[in-house]
């Protein structure tokens, strides 16, 4: 029912920056909960980023909080993620989430509903 895609990878030295967006083809876009991850080779998923209905409310994993900014533009139905100061270690395929919540302040980082098919980030040293 929600479709995403993700666009915005490439190849990047260490310390550059990248800006990655998510475009959302579903009619409720403003009422889910969205969401980053990541996935490195050979290492499970891990969440990165989420943001609220309203965009009040984000949330980041720690090595990752000081550098990542996640924003949304509920007219456009579209996420991003800027990502600077970029290290080798976040080198992984990305993947854009979206997750029904019940209330507009919900900042999950597990339980989404619909997955992005993922694009390559990687930082070289």
């Known amino acids: 029912q929600e479709q995403l895609v993700e666009s915005g990878g490439g190849l990047v030295q260490a310390g550059g920056s990248l800006r990655l967006s998510c475009a959302a083809s579903?009619?409720?876009?403003?009422?889910?909960?969205m969401g980053w991850f990541r996935q490195a080779p050979g290492k499970e998923r891990e969440f990165v980023a989420a943001?609220?209905?309203?965009?009040?409310?984000?949330d980041y994993v720690d090595s990752v909080k000081d550098r990542f900014t996640i924003s949304r533009d509920n007219v456009r139905n579209t996420v991003y993620l800027q990502m600077n100061s970029l290290k080798p270690e976040d080198t992984a395929v990305y993947y854009c989430?979206?997750?029904?919540?019940?209330?507009?302040?919900?900042?999950?980082?597990?339980?989404?509903?619909?997955w992005g098919q993922g694009t390559q980030v990687t930082v070289s040293s």
């Open positions: 943001i609220s209905w309203s965009t009040l409310q984000t």
């Open positions: 579903g009619r409720t876009f403003s009422r889910y909960a």
């Open positions: 989430a979206a997750a029904q919540v019940r209330y507009e302040f919900q900042i999950p980082r597990y339980g989404y509903d619909y």
